[in-house]
T-cell receptor, first 113, second 113 residues
Framework: KQEVTQIPAALSVPEGENLVLNCSFTDSAIYNLQWFRQDPGKGLTSLLLIQSSQREQTSGRLNASLDKSSGRSTLYIAASQPGDSATYLCAVRAGGSQGNLIFGKGTKLSVKP | EPEVTQTPSHQVTQMGQEVILRCVPISNHLYFYWYRQILGQKVEFLVSFYNNEISEKSEIFDDQFSVERPDGSNFTLKIRSTKLEDSAMYFC???????????FGEGSRLTVL
């Protein structure tokens, strides 16, 4: 059974720092992996989608990498800002293109001014 | 920018009552989903829907749950007889293609008393 783990559960950094959030999954047979952002009491905002054949995806200050064989993905945030404060969720799509997303519990990021 | 919209944003109901949560997916999307998040826990898959039928459902999605696409725009989740443990944030999501990125709504918070 696929399990997704995100470490650390919480992270506090000063503004301007570069940071890395980690996601690991137990079964490497994934179709793709998606990173989301969730603000308190709000919905999930899609940040990046990486297909299983890809190694990384970039969007602005965000860069997500995928190492399928080792069951790991990282989300790199450059030059962090207080507005980046949120919970970041990693989700893998297992069971092929029509499989459902399996989520980690998230990393709660706080960027201090 | 197109978005998934959900109503109501918050519903309080008595145990045993029926609840209908409504969603309007992004207009050109074909794949629809319901997920839920119990407070402090992971986001969990409930059901996926394509071509007017359920594609996949989790073990959470028992006989008390049903989904419907009554017209060309709405996608609903019905809980026939709510239980205390159904209290959660329910998220609707849609995708334009099989295996594509999922886009989530802001959620409907259900509180069962």
């Amino acid at each position: 059974k696929q399990e997704v783990t995100q470490i650390p559960a919480a992270l506090s950094v000063p503004e301007g720092e570069n940071l890395v959030l980690n996601c690991s999954f137990t079964d490497s047979a994934i179709y793709n992996l998606q990173w989301f952002r969730q603000d308190p009491g709000k919905g999930l905002t899609s940040l990046l989608l990486i297909q299983s054949s890809q190694r990384e995806q970039t969007s602005g200050r965000l860069n997500a990498s995928l190492d399928k064989s080792s069951g790991r993905s990282t989300l790199y945030i450059a030059a962090s800002q207080p507005g980046d404060s949120a919970t970041y969720l990693c989700a893998v799509r297992a069971g092929g293109s029509q499989g459902n997303l399996i989520f980690g519990k998230g990393t709660k990021l706080s960027v201090k001014p | 920018e197109p978005e998934v919209t959900q109503t109501p944003s918050h519903q309080v109901t008595q145990m045993g009552q029926e609840v209908i949560l409504r969603c309007v997916p992004i207009s050109n999307h074909l794949y629809f989903y319901w997920y839920r998040q119990i407070l402090g826990q992971k986001v969990e898959f409930l059901v996926s829907f394509y071509n007017n039928e359920i594609s996949e459902k989790s073990e959470i999605f028992d006989d008390q749950f049903s989904v419907e696409r009554p017209d060309g725009s709405n996608f609903t989740l019905k809980i026939r007889s709510t239980k205390l443990e159904d209290s959660a944030m329910y998220f609707c999501a849609s995708s334009s293609s099989s295996g594509g990125a999922l886009f989530f709504g802001e959620g409907s918070r259900l509180t069962v008393l």
